[in-house]
């Protein structure tokens, strides 16, 4: 075939297809590939958190299906194919990876994460080659990759959303969605291979067959035989004796190869007496939750030292030097600004024989405090609030109460009048937390939704007043009350911004369940329903429903829990302070919502720490 010399070349082997996707089958068809179909039994169950990259997962999971695969058919089929292809295909929003939904619910999760965003298609490709050596031993070898695609789905509605999931189309669809069939219509642009979103990259297959079996001078197994692969058919050879062993082929399959960190590594070869090698990778990750607790208070430490103030400039400063700005030991100071740079937020540089220290990209970004996404007033609410919190909580989960007192020293009745502005450096302290939180997230919020229709809006507990000025300027036909308790309002000039119009966000005190609500075409409720039981949820909504006419709009900003209460973990490890709120899942608050006769629910989920959900009133 002209138009195919590489697809020619396999003319003659044994070529396995390692998937059941009838897509993948028509794609490899349609070019005129000979193949058997051999669904592969690898369970897809490979822990997502141990993967840096979403395409690492895919990749790993392609090749132990295609493995999988490759070492049952001599033993089953009682045949050896020459060529096994294996590929997976994941979506990655948000750092998170999508595979297919498990249910209606699932598949709205995901679609509802999509809509309106540019999310990531990888598919990852493993072709396993096989070689007969002597007559009971085949060795492996195995040549991976990927290829990504960039997608941007339009917005979508609620009732787009469901006709969607009611059609069937997207159960068995990575993602939710398949954009060969109705889920085309989902689509705004695919910024790459079309055929890697329908789940096989056909052009980025070709060019690795092409690299295989036109190699010039020695053979295309003799290149696959790099030091690396050499390590991979040692890995294979092992998984063999398993069989030899009397090992099941399910045990494994289950068994990861491929670590997070790229690195071949051997399998978690489970011994004949049924003990576990230990596995590096799930090792690191015990690790790293262990040591967690010392990096988070290096950073704690460093912000209060205000180290990253220091080191701003592209020269540096030595550890003799930070350590007299900061009236330190050297010899600690240094023992802390190596750990910093361990965890990549500070660089070493070499300035005339002296070695100096500057911030990485990142910390200059948002560790500096005067930066303009400056989180410091939030990790010094970290350090100064939560720590201590985080140190009882053993007492916490024992006792069922928050423990404020264990760890302050003093009763807590009400969070905000108690914690937070019971002294005006604490008051200031929390404050600057919130404004920090608000800048750094505030802008995904404003944009989340279009809010055309609205002109005055009413951010209640809108604190420094940071997440009213990102919605003028998302909208700058927008006017925003801020409505907070007294006592902050009164502190709320310290944060103004510099230039700033000031006829469009003004202050307003007053307490939320007792005093008049301002009048408002759009209510914002940013990071203020979790702080509150379901009771006094519902109180506020009430109130708000009552003054709202037909058409107003409520948005609320929170970290929205997963359906199945599992994720994000940031949400579920703040709650293990509070005192009273609850974090919810976007469902939970869509309901409450509804109650209060706030229903067309739009949500968007956002990469940054706040999703956005927004509903209008009946
Ligand atoms: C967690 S902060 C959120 C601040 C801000 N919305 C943001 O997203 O950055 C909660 C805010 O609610 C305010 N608040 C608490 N109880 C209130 C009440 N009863 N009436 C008005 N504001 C209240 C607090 O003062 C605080 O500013």
């Not at 068994?255 to 960190?261: E, F, N, Q």
């Not at 937020?345 to 996404?373: G, P, W």
């Not at 939030?378 to 919190?389: A, S």
Request: charged share 25%; net charge negative; hydrophobic share 40%.
């Amino acid at each position: 075939m002209v138009l195919n010399p590489v697809i020619s070349k396999l003319t003659g082997k044994l070529v396995v297809l390692a998937s059941a996707s009838p897509r993948r089958l028509e794609i490899l068809t349609n070019v005129g590939l000979k193949f058997e179909v051999v669904p592969s039994w690898f369970k897809e169950t490979l822990d997502k958190t141990l993967f840096k990259k979403p395409y690492e997962y895919a990749v790993e999971t392609a090749k132990q299906k295609a493995l999988e695969v490759a070492k049952r058919m001599p033993y089953k089929h009682l045949k050896t194919p020459d060529i096994v292809i294996g590929a997976d295909t994941v979506v990655a929003v948000d750092g998170l990876i999508l595979e297919k939904p498990v249910d209606k619910q699932d598949a709205y999760r995901m679609l509802s994460r999509l809509s309106g965003k540019e999310h990531s298609v990888f598919t990852g490709v493993a072709i396993v080659l096989c070689q007969e050596q002597e007559a009971t031993e085949i060795e492996y070898s195995v040549v991976e990759f990927y290829e990504e695609t960039k997608v941007k789905f339009a917005d979508l509605s609620e009732e787009m959303l469901w006709e969607y999931i009611h059609s069937g189309e997207p159960m068995d669809k990575a993602g939710g969605y398949g954009i060969q069939a109705l889920g085309g219509m989902l689509v705004e642009y695919v910024h790459g291979d079309f055929l890697n979103v329908v789940g096989f990259p056909l052009n980025h297959f070709c060019k690795r067959l092409g690299e295989l079996y036109n190699t010039p001078s020695e053979t295309s197994a003799q290149s696959i035989k790099s030091e690396s692969s050499k390590e991979q058919w040692t890995l294979v050879n092992e998984l063999s004796k398993c069989v030899e062993n009397g090992e099941t082929e399910d045990s494994i399959s289950a068994v990861p190869a491929l670590t997070s960190r790229g690195a071949l590594q051997k399998p978690n070869l489970v011994e004949p007496q049924g003990r576990l090698h230990h596995s590096p990778d799930s090792l690191h990750r015990i690790i790293d939750l262990m040591d967690g607790f010392k990096a988070s208070k290096s950073l704690f430490a460093a912000s209060k030292l205000k180290v990253f103030d220091l080191l701003t400039s592209a020269e540096g400063l030595s550890a003799e030097e930070v350590a007299g700005k900061i009236v330190a030991a050297v010899e600690s100071t240094e023992r802390l600004l190596d750990a910093l740079v361990s965890l990549g937020l500070l660089k070493k540089v070499k300035h005339k024989d002296i070695i100096a220290y500057r911030n990485t990209e990142q910390a200059q970004r948002y560790l500096v405090s005067s930066s303009e996404l400056s989180l410091h007033g939030y990790i010094i609410h970290c350090n100064d609030h939560v720590w201590p919190l985080f140190t009882h909580l053993e007492h916490a989960v024992q006792e069922g109460a928050s423990q404020y007192e264990r760890a302050f020293g003093k009763r807590l009745d009400d969070l905000f009048q108690d914690a937070y502005y019971e002294s005006k450096e604490r008051k200031l302290r929390f404050m600057n937390a919130m404004h920090s939180i608000a800048k750094v997230t505030g802008r995904d919020v404003a944009s989340a939704f279009d809010l055309s229709r609205f002109k005055t809006a009413c951010d209640l507990g809108g604190c420094t007043g940071a997440m009213a000025y990102e919605f003028t300027k998302a909208h700058p036909g927008l006017t925003v009350t801020v409505f907070d308790l007294p006592a902050v309002i009164e502190m709320s000039s310290h944060f103004y911004p510099e230039q700033q119009d000031s006829n469009q966000v003004t202050f307003l005190a007053g307490d939320f369940f007792k005093d008049d609500l301002p009048k408002a075409d759009l209510y914002i409720l940013a990071r203020i329903l979790h702080d509150w039981s379901d009771e006094k949820v519902n109180e506020l909504l009430s109130r708000l429903s009552a003054i709202c006419s037909p058409g107003c709009g409520l948005l609320v900003a929170e970290i929205f829990l997963d359906e199945e209460r599992s994720g994000p973990s940031r949400a579920l490890l703040q709650a293990l302070s509070m005192s009273v709120g609850k974090q919810r899942s976007a469902t939970e608050y869509s309901l409450l919502m509804k109650k209060h006769h706030f229903s067309q629910t739009r949500i968007k989920h956002n990469s940054n720490f706040l999703d956005a959900l927004l509903c209008i009133k009946e």
